[in-house]
């Protein structure tokens, strides 16, 4: 997560919405966790099922969408987000017309 709050930090909110879902049990202790690590990218907490996109049976997971509301990639596991080609990625899918 630090990568992805670097990354937060890099691009245009007007341009890339960051949607972090916490499927933890218990809501207060993530928050807790998010405060304590000083991550400043917005946490939603499900209160039902999963939207079909979203859907994964790994943790963590990837989901990122176009400016159309269309999954353009998907990834389970761990990863790398601060770095410069995953940030030009996301520039450059940030500027594709809907």
Same mark, same amino acid.
């Given at each position: 997560?630090p990568?992805? *709050?670097v990354?937060?930090?890099k691009?245009d909110?007007?341009?890339?919405a $960051?949607?972090?879902?916490?499927?933890?049990? +218990?809501?207060?202790?993530a @928050?807790?966790?998010v405060? @304590? *690590?000083?991550y400043? $990218?917005p946490v939603? $907490?499900?209160?039902?099922p999963?939207?079909?996109?979203? +859907?994964?049976?790994?943790?963590?997971?990837?989901v990122i969408?176009?400016p159309?509301?269309?999954?353009?990639? @998907?990834?389970?596991?761990m990863?790398?987000?601060?770095?410069?080609? $995953?940030?030009a990625?996301?520039?450059k899918?940030?500027l594709?017309?809907?």
């Amino acid at each position: 997560m630090p990568g992805i *709050q670097v990354l937060y930090q890099k691009v245009d909110p007007k341009k890339v919405a $960051f949607v972090m879902l916490s499927l933890d049990e +218990n809501p207060a202790k993530a @928050r807790a966790m998010v405060k @304590r *690590q000083g991550y400043s $990218f917005p946490v939603y $907490f499900p209160q039902g099922p999963l939207p079909a996109p979203f +859907n994964s049976s790994a943790i963590p997971s990837t989901v990122i969408l176009g400016p159309d509301g269309q999954v353009v990639a @998907r990834h389970e596991g761990m990863a790398e987000y601060d770095t410069p080609e $995953f940030l030009a990625a996301l520039e450059k899918l940030a500027l594709t017309d809907k």
